[in-house]
């Protein structure tokens, strides 16, 4: 039935629909940990090849995935734990970062839309320092090791006129961080993944990634500093939902049926632009923005 | 494929429903207009018996539906003629509106889920007069006609842990309204309706209507006062969208699947409590908002 | 000066500014207790009698007040500790929370105005339960005692054009809560104290209460339930800065000076409903929204 | 009593505040102009001279004012008029604006604070083109002239760790605008101009301007391009106050008092950082950015 309706911002769903058509996939290696005790589970995927990535639609590089079936649910302590691993994977992608790095957190996505105001949410509540260093000195944090903290929430094109990536380019040249970490909401291709999984990557954001419409690239390449992204699947593509339960109901029968195609592609454009989310999306959000903004603040020490 | 999936709370649709199946419907007229130069359509469904309310699983009474291709669309000329469409609308409805009405309007829905947050936005912006009349009398507004309005936002169930119904039978009781106008997000059927159709109706408001979980019916008979109900549709049911695009591709022939049914059930039960909305949904909301609020404001003369 | 123009809703406050004038409080008690560790105040005001009641412009009844002066600053350790005193000071004098309450928590006050948006920010994180207990019974909880949560956010008159204490009113008698904890932002006198200040009482909320404009007495008295408030002032009234400033440099030679009073109570009319507050006000209405709102789970032990 | 307390951003009041001093200021020209139907009041202030400019503590240029004492009252009509007044002021002072301009508009503030969020409120309502003409060309929008429109929201600085002028220097130099509007909630000297004055200034935003904290500046000189600013006094400076109503009491009897002074300062530190704002703040933002955005739409004429 064709790639071509799948849709997922996850590495880690990328690699599962290409091992279901039984291909073998070299150039990408894959290891998994899972914590009984935690529940949690920590997938590393690196990309390594470039036929690879072109298999997976997938630029090259390091994905991490936090799976945590309980990520939305209210329960504190859990929170601290997930939040705690995150912090972890940060410290170790993050170039740099046990030096005193100057960082700038980039919340992408639309405030007004729940499920893809995860980006700004957590800006809001981040521990943000730069102008404080700039006008005090250290002197002002009684620690040895003050981290320069900026943020930023560029908005979607829809109302700003501007890719998000023209917005940064633009601010970066001038407030020149070190790193950038950019927060998005992501989509995935099963409901099952949403608002219960983390990816952090060192590729930075693609075209077309998550919820809202940035299309231009985040990346160390287009930005002059290394971009690390973290994101959360808090969507499903509308077209991909109906894909996949088709595929699941027609299975292999379906090459048999052309006709059937020419229905389902015509059945699914009017599903262009729409997206699945569950009732409760504005807890979950709020939920999940705490534990990454705390990772966050945590990382970095501030 | 049965009718156990199908989700909608506009009464045209199911009357289509029932349509498709090829049945007579008894005990149900409809009334359609259409206005070549506003493109608005308008169709009037009358329920007029209790075989056609159970057929049509809808109670019993009046359904206008104002359908409007380009409502969410910026044309703030073409939103103003829907607006009159509406106002007049409610004038013929709104029992008792020609005389000096006290009138509660009700915005039921979450804030904070854009597609849901349809009833709060409207009555953010409604003029509001029942406080100052009960101070100043209604030589406050120097004319000769003063209908006593007020408003209230009763808030979700998981956020308040009562029902909307609940909190609107004692407020209703103390504060004595004539008339109760309860505005709501609706789910349709078919995503071609989202935030193109108004529905208005004097049965009220039904279980399990709209995003939320609105338990407890709305109604003349639960409030002791004529309900009428504002909606529109902002989403549609996951499992609706993916039963609708089954059907149409394995048609009849359905029947001689059970297997299938059996699978299908189980993909959908991962759908519960998921739904589909547009990318656009805050501007779109925020664009129907200002039409139904500028038509209640009309229709009452505030 | 007189005292017409001076407003404020603490009971610390109040009987300060009598102390100041250096009369004896006869049925007024005072205890105090200072945490040199935590660095928190407690003090406990008691309003014994009638005539001390109306000298002090506050009905009778036991005001807490806990004074903590970083309580906006970002420091999580200290905010949970304030919190815990709340809680033990909510322990103690929320009748009957040994027991298995049903408490329907109102939070007061216009979500669109920072300064006056602490009671519905409050409420919108507690942990709810009424509606879950209600469907599924204790069991769902999986422990011995389980509270029964509600809540409320009635809105401001402006917008519902019904005071909120009509609203509460009506719920109360259709949902039948055993007690009401109310959440309000208060008016302080003096700037020093804004937004490091709660106020715990059990006598409820009275006409032009917080930045509001409650008319209406919400007290056990009204709602026929014991009702708890727990406030923070986070405005000062513009006109009792002014008077004060006037007060502290004229001080007691005004009386010589009849002319200056007019002139004084004709500037002071045109700051009617003007408040004073501070440019971070978004900053700490949200970190003591948290306090208050980890505070009152705990009490209830939800 | 000096004039270190004064706190204003509208050039209309520094240039009274200079009058009542009885000097006759040279270097700047003042043309007033009333419409009796309309009750709108139009000052144009020149600041033509170093000297004056040093006097009233404010740039050389253009200061229009258009005064409307009911423009935060709910009249739909006279909101259209203030608009229309609006958007011609802005077509005269915009340069270049009858060519096919491409424009950046920026909303100064914090979204966050309700007398603050009057820039991002504008914004958040405008047409924006950019990535409409950048991607369909002209051709998408079927007409001749298409302003090419771009906006931002850069955030304040507590929360950014960057000058708002830092972040429009790095995206104007990336996305090269001919021109930038700001908008801005400005402070005023007195509460009767609050939310009833619109400043248009072709001098840019200075240091300290408005609520918000923004320290550089956003002038042609810092940006390339001409910028030209709308504000609206939505607070007065707390300190501001308290000294204006001391020195209507004292009069020029002040001077006789050095005791006073030092008192009077000590009790307006404690004023640092508050501000006065009314109690109906939200409802006036929100009539006020309408007016805006609908004036800055037509002035552009998209």
Redesign the interface.
């Known amino acids: 039935m064709g790639s071509f309706m799948i849709r997922t911002d996850l590495a880690l769903e990328a690699r599962e629909s290409v091992d279901e058509s039984e291909q073998v996939l070299q150039g990408v290696s894959v290891d998994e940990e899972y914590n009984e005790k935690s529940e949690l589970r920590i997938t590393r995927v690196v990309i390594e090849s470039k036929n690879s990535a072109k298999l997976l639609d997938k630029p090259m590089g390091t994905y991490i995935t936090i799976e945590a079936p309980a990520m939305a649910l ?1 329960d504190e302590d859990y929170h601290q734990e997930i939040s705690r691993e995150l912090q972890k994977q940060l410290q170790e992608i993050v170039p740099g970062i046990e030096k005193e790095l100057s960082v700038m957190i980039v919340g992408l996505g ?1 405030r ?3 499920a893809d105001a995860l980006g700004p949410n957590v ?2 509540n981040l ?5 404080m260093v700039k006008e005090f000195g250290k002197a002002a944090y009684n620690k040895e090791r003050v981290p ?8 979607v ?7 998000s990536a ?2 940064l ?7 020149k961080p070190d790193v950038i970490i950019v927060v998005d909401a992501l989509a995935a291709r099963s ?2 993944r949403l608002n219960r999984t983390i990816q952090i990557t060192n590729t930075g954001i693609h075209p077309g990634s998550g ?1 809202g ?1 940035h299309r231009n690239s985040i990346t160390e390449e287009s930005m002059g500093v290394p971009v690390i992204a973290i994101g959360v699947p808090t969507v499903v593509d ?1 077209a991909t ?2 894909n996949d ?2 595929y ?3 299975g292999s029968g379906a090459d048999e049926f052309p006709k ?1 195609f020419e ?2 592609r015509n ?2 454009g ?2 262009y ?11 979950e959000i709020k939920q999940i923005s705490h534990i990454i903004c705390n990772a966050i603040n945590g990382a970095l020490d501030v």
Not at 157 to 163: L, V
Not at 169 to 175: C, Q
């Open positions: 209210p639309n007004d839309v729940t800006v809001d521990v943000i320092t730069r102008h320069v903290v900026s943020a930023l929430i560029p908005g094109m829809a109302k700003t006129g501007m890719e023209e917005i380019k633009g601010v970066v040249k001038e407030t409901t099952k919820v419409n509308a939902i109906v339960a088709l699941k109901v027609l059937v229905e389902i059945s699914l009017e599903l632009n729409m997206y699945v989310t569950g009732k409760d999306v504005d807890y």
